[in-house]
């Protein structure tokens, strides 16, 4: 089945690289090619403002979520196809994931690994079986990426839960795993009797 709305996770700022909003301005025009809607956090600054700027420009619809008191520090975006205010960051996490058929996370700071991790979570949960992408620019998430494996082989991760998010360093990659993506549930304990 293919994608029809894609949330994406990403940095409020523009990072230190440019191949970083490269890829959110890539990222937005190919979902809007693809006639795939973008759902994110609603600012008009950093990798978000860029990636939701590529998108509009492209044709494409364009989702924003954002609670109400970061809608100033976070200059909501005024031009988007929606944009939805909720009163606390719970509610718009629930709500971009409502929205959305999957998720990509591009390199952003501490909000972007919260929203992954949620939604990381959520999946292994099964509160939803929905494909999480992680587009690995220049090899951003390499460290995040050795940390949960360290994890796993220090047995509070099981090894199947590294299922539930696929890497790519392309965005036509990145979302033809994302389409293949097929949920095989895992379970959370690592043995009942830890329990």
């Not at 990636?51 to 031009?79: N, S, Y």
């Not at 591009?106 to 909000?111: K, T």
Request: contains cysteine; proline residues 3%.
């Amino acid at each position: 089945m293919t994608i029809q709305s894609v949330c994406l996770f990403c940095g409020s700022n523009k990072g230190s690289r440019v191949a970083y909003e490269q890829a959110a301005v890539e990222l937005g025009r190919t979902l809007a090619q693809r006639d795939i809607a973008l759902v994110y956090g609603g600012g008009n600054v950093g990798l978000m403002g860029a990636a939701a700027d590529a998108a509009l420009a492209a044709g494409g619809r364009v989702i924003g979520v954002i609670p109400g008191f970061l809608r100033e520090k976070e200059l909501a975006h005024q031009g988007l196809t929606e944009l939805h205010v909720t009163q606390t960051m719970h509610e718009r996490k629930a709500l971009m994931e409502d929205l959305s058929g999957g998720f990509v996370a591009l390199p952003g700071g501490f909000g972007t690994y919260d929203e992954l991790f949620e939604m990381l979570t959520w999946g292994q949960l099964s509160v939803h079986s929905k494909p999480i992408g992680l587009l690995n620019v220049d090899g951003f998430f390499d460290p995040l990426l050795a940390m949960i494996r360290h994890s796993v082989a220090e047995g509070f991760v099981a090894e199947g839960n590294l299922q539930l998010f696929v890497v790519a360093e392309t965005i036509d990659e990145l979302l033809a795993k994302m389409n293949a993506y097929r949920p095989a549930p895992v379970n959370k304990w690592l043995s009942h009797d830890r329990i």
